[in-house]
């Protein structure tokens, strides 16, 4: 990702959200032939309060000095909710990221030691590409990171590349929808990780499924959430996540399965968590 991306990613994010707005929906009379649907440029321009010169310039990748102001008259017309209004400002004005040392990302030993801490939690350390750094027991006993090469630990190359997801999740197209929408947010606010760039040319030249996802241009922070997973052992678990970002290394998020005590998928856990334990001790 560099540059010449974002450039061509703030027009091509504009121009989806304007397909999206019917002339009707913001006053604008709807007859006449349109080529394309939904607003066009001028009636963008219009509405947001610039000149229509300003804005194709936005659209083309050439506004770099736009103002807060005119972002935010525009995430208005398009109706754009907080994450896209936020995704919109980083393509818009792109920013160059410090680039860190080169070498697998490393989790501090305290960070480990939170994880494992939570023995009734599945828990598990995302990094900038959604690599999977790091995970305690029950996390490895659900997701079964610990048997993957290091560089399958990667949840957008586990959901594309790895047939199994399709039977892992049961909702599988809501997944690999938010998979797309978190991995594309990351790459606008990573923009020069050669290794970003590598992963969405990997996944657009090996999944169909994933081009199409990627040229809907849709932005999502997971946050927070549910996940169904069909585990082999288990069974069907279902499993509210938060997550938390390590304040030491924000590129760096914490995230925990918390289901309801007493819930049929904690009791479930449990069983998961001894039998795992079991194997484990007598694979020793």
Request: proline share 7%.
């Amino acid at each position: 990702m560099d540059g010449d991306w974002t450039e061509a990613e703030v027009g091509d994010f504009l121009r989806s959200r304007r397909a999206r707005i019917r002339p009707e929906e913001v006053g604008l009379p709807a007859h006449g032939r349109r080529r394309v649907p939904g607003l066009r440029r001028e009636e963008v321009a219009q509405l947001a309060g610039v000149s229509v010169d300003y804005y194709i310039r936005l659209e083309q990748g050439r506004g770099t000095s736009v103002s807060d102001a005119v972002l935010d008259a525009v995430a208005r017309v398009l109706r754009l909710d907080e994450t896209e209004h936020a995704y919109l400002r980083t393509v818009a004005r792109p920013r160059r990221q410090r680039r860190k040392p080169a070498g697998a990302p490393r989790v501090r030993p305290g960070v480990q030691l939170l994880l494992d801490g939570m023995e009734r939690n599945p828990a598990f350390v995302l990094g900038r590409r959604m690599d999977v750094l790091a995970w305690n027991a029950l996390g490895d006993a659900v997701g079964g990171f610990s048997r993957l090469a290091p560089d399958e630990r990667n949840v957008p190359r586990l959901v594309f590349l790895d047939p199994a997801s399709r039977e892992l999740y049961p909702e599988w197209t809501a997944v690999a929808a938010q998979t797309v929408a978190q991995l594309r947010l990351l790459a606008a606010r990573y923009a020069d990780d050669p290794g970003l760039c590598a992963l969405v040319g990997e996944l657009t030249l090996k999944s169909e499924d994933f081009r199409r996802l990627w040229t809907d241009h849709e932005v999502r922070e997971c946050a927070f959430g549910v996940k169904q997973v069909r585990h082999p052992v288990a069974g069907l678990l279902t499993l509210p996540y938060e997550t938390l970002t390590v304040p030491a290394d924000p590129e760096q998020t914490v995230v925990v399965y918390t289901p309801e005590p007493g819930s049929e998928t904690a009791e479930r856990l449990a069983v998961l968590g001894s039998w795992n334990a079991t194997t484990a001790a007598a694979g020793d």
